[in-house]
């Protein structure tokens, strides 16, 4: 018999009230656990709400590679983002339909 099978033999019932209290401390571990992260998901997508089409495709491009970097190991303290203004022209973004004219009418409007 493998040490696992005697494992769980040895072990004593639990009764209802038991089960229910490690229920409850493996539920209420796992939603602060989840609460942390979360809370920092609501506000990025709250704040990618607050953004216009072309600057949340944008927005959410970089967090994606942060992220991809993050995961691969490759961030430390000095690594930074540099943001060029740049003007969106046609030509440089064919898949998105609005224009410069109506980029700064919107800008105007905020």
């Known amino acids: 018999m493998s040490q ?30 989840r609460c942390k992260e979360q809370g920092f998901g609501d506000s990025v997508a709250h704040d990618l709400e607050q953004m216009d089409e072309l600057q949340c495709i944008i927005a959410k491009k970089i967090i994606s590679d942060v992220l991809y970097n993050g995961r691969m190991g490759l961030l430390n303290v000095q690594s930074s983002l540099t943001v060029q203004p740049q003007a969106v022209t046609s030509h440089s973004c064919p898949n998105y339909k609005t224009t410069n004219k109506q980029l700064r009418s919107r800008n105007h409007r905020m």
């Open 4 to 33: 696992c099978g005697s494992k769980v033999k040895n072990k004593k019932p639990m009764n209802l009230a038991q089960k229910k209290a490690t229920f409850l401390d493996v539920a209420s571990n796992e939603l602060q656990r």
